[in-house]
């Protein structure tokens, strides 16, 4: 089965679900994937001032707040 979701509709979701990023790509082409996945990790790895996050052990020592990375 394909699904396309418009970019309009793609942008009201990410906004809605207060996403950091929104990406396009396709799986059938391949078109934008590597640049998602760098996105997601980018996303995971760095807050939101661009300094890169501390380590597991450090971060469930202090209470913080929750992230979202959603791939659909």
Do not use: W
């Not at 950091?20 to 078109?31: Q, R």
């Not at 597991?56 to 020592?61: F, G, L, T, V, Y």
């Amino acid at each position: 089965m394909y699904l396309q979701v418009s970019t309009e509709e793609g942008q009201r979701v990410a906004d809605e679900i207060k996403a950091g990023k929104y990406c396009e790509c396709s799986a059938k082409t391949g078109v934008g994937v590597s640049e998602m996945f760098e996105a997601a990790v980018r996303l995971t790895l760095y807050n939101k001032h661009g300094k890169l996050r501390k380590n597991n052990k450090e971060r469930s020592e202090k209470k913080s707040r929750k992230t979202r990375c959603t791939l659909q």
